[in-house]
């Protein structure tokens, strides 16, 4: 199993990034995915989940209206567009999916 995110970077606040993460080594139709996120000296935390169809997400109150889960089977992708980004969404991204995790990617929101 391999989950790789992408798209990380240094972003001014009100800026927006799309986060990708491409999945290999399971069944990705069949299951559902979710992002997290870890600041620094702060615990992971669940950012956003979608289902295995796309069709049913949910987000962290912190996130919501500003962020959009989204997956694309066709290429074993999930997405996640982050817009209005907020100095305190500067965080490692990781996405997960069947009980493995990516290694992460860096979103810095910063002037």
């Known amino acids: 199993v391999q989950l790789v995110e992408s798209g990380g970077g240094l972003v001014q606040p009100g800026g927006s990034l799309r986060l990708s993460c491409a999945a290999s080594?399971?069944?990705?139709?069949?299951?559902?995915m979710s992002w997290y996120r870890q600041a620094p000296g702060k615990e992971r935390e669940v950012v956003a989940n979608?289902?295995?169809?796309?069709?049913?997400?949910t987000y962290a109150d912190s996130v919501e209206g500003r962020f959009t889960i989204s997956r694309d089977n066709a290429k074993n992708t999930v997405y996640l567009q982050m817009n209005s980004l907020k100095p305190e969404d500067t965080a490692v991204y990781y996405c997960?999916?069947?009980?493995?995790w990516g290694q992460g990617t860096q979103v810095t929101v910063s002037s």
């Open positions: 979608i289902n295995n169809v796309g069709g049913w997400t």
């Open positions: 997960k999916g069947s009980g493995y």
């Open positions: 080594g399971f069944t990705f139709h069949k299951h559902g």
